[in-house]
């Protein structure tokens, strides 16, 4: 199938129907996704079956065990998902995968059912950056003007992503155009949140465990480093070995625990906080975005929504179901590069190190 015709272009339709596969790391997740003229983007369906209880006892993802489950289950969560959004794959204008980042054996059943899914109806095939859709996800219910100028569509801002395998700032002058300004020189913000939680005893994924016992705790009971002062980069392996050589000194670590994940929980909120104010006013940005898995976390949201009302910027965070790995948000990223004029090729391949700029 590789190097295969795409179906000659055709005018492009006011209405765009997509099917989104998101498949790049343990969640099994199928989108569709219909915007015409200058309309919203209206998500008919979104789907995600998650694999966490498959990889909790191994305390992490195992790249065997997911790509396996995303083969078993992707084509009944395709045909569960055209079923609720009443539609038959001779419906769907252009199906989409995740290129990359990701697990490349995971990344590949994704890519692999929507190219076939394209061959067999006669749609188009796209793939896109995982980064970009978690980048976008916070206009997904916000997204408004009309298609024919699809660049207005996101307003230029300053993005902090924020997920298990990644911690970006990125200056997004609109759909398309980023340009990096910080990123974590070691841990992601999530890889922190799930190795504090794993050497706490707390289940995986770490994050909301850590988010729950916080609540109960002292922020200010341990004084945990801030780390990079001063820098748009990001590191959180000096922050994870504070807290690896804090716990031997402590006699009742249950009874402590919410205090250690509040303490925890503060240093990360503040460098966040910290360093997406300071590159917004470098870049002149005065609407700030969140998004990506950790930006479920209350705490930070509102630590950041806190900021920038104090500050006068415009704060926009992803909506809560769409903070995790899911597919509406891929299908989004795709509707964006589609209206740009895209058309994408049956020739292009996965790319688990694809970077976003
Ligand atoms: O974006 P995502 O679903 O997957 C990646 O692309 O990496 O993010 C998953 C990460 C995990 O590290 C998880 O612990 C973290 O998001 N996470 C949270 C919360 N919910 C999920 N971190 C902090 N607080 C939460 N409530
Ligand atoms: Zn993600």
């Not at 059912?113 to 188009?124: P, T, Y």
């Not at 002062?229 to 402590?256: C, H, M, Q």
């Not at 360093?275 to 917004?280: E, N, Q, V």
Request: hydrophobic share 40%; proline share 6%.
């Amino acid at each position: 199938m590789p190097g295969a015709e795409q179906p000659a272009p055709k005018e492009e339709p006011e209405t765009l129907t997509i099917l989104a596969i998101e498949t790049s790391c343990d969640e099994s997740a199928v989108a569709i996704l219909r915007q015409t003229a200058t309309a919203p983007a209206e998500i008919l369906c979104s789907l995600v079956s998650s694999q966490i209880e498959l990889h909790r006892s191994y305390g992490g993802v195992v790249p065997e065990v997911a790509s396996r489950n995303h083969s078993l289950i992707l084509r009944s969560l395709v045909e569960q998902a055209l079923d609720e959004a009443g539609l038959q794959s001779n419906n769907i204008d252009a199906f989409v995968a995740t290129r990359g980042p990701g697990l490349s054996s995971s990344l590949l059943v994704g890519h692999t059912m929507a190219k076939a899914l394209a061959a067999a109806s006669g749609g188009n095939f796209l793939s896109v950056n995982h980064m970009e859709g978690h980048l976008l996800s916070p206009f997904l219910s916000n997204s408004r003007t009309s298609w024919k100028s699809p660049g207005l569509m996101i307003p230029a801002h300053l993005a902090l992503i924020v997920s298990g395998g990644h911690t970006m700032l990125i200056h997004a002058r609109q759909a398309g155009d980023y340009h990096m300004i910080g990123r974590t020189v070691d841990d992601a913000a999530g890889e922190a949140f799930d190795k504090v939680a794993r050497m706490l005893g707390l289940p995986y994924p770490g994050g909301p465990e850590i988010e729950k016992q916080a609540r109960k705790g002292n922020p200010e009971a341990f004084q945990f480093p801030r780390s990079m002062p001063g820098e748009l980069n990001f590191s959180f392996s000096g922050l994870k070995t504070a807290v690896r050589y804090t716990l031997p000194k402590i006699d009742d670590l249950t009874a402590r625990a919410p205090d250690i994940c509040a303490s925890f929980q503060k240093a990360v909120t503040d460098v966040l906080v910290s360093k997406s104010l300071r590159a917004a006013h470098e870049c002149g940005c005065n609407i700030i975005t969140l998004s990506g898995g950790v930006s479920c976390n209350k705490a930070i949201r509102s630590a950041l929504n806190d900021k920038c009302m104090a500050e006068g910027l415009h704060f926009l965070a992803c909506p809560p179901g769409l903070s995790t790995d899911n597919a509406a948000m891929i299908a989004f990223a795709a509707l964006l590069k589609i209206r740009n004029g895209a058309t994408g090729s049956m020739s292009e391949d996965i790319d688990p190190n694809f970077s976003l700029c």
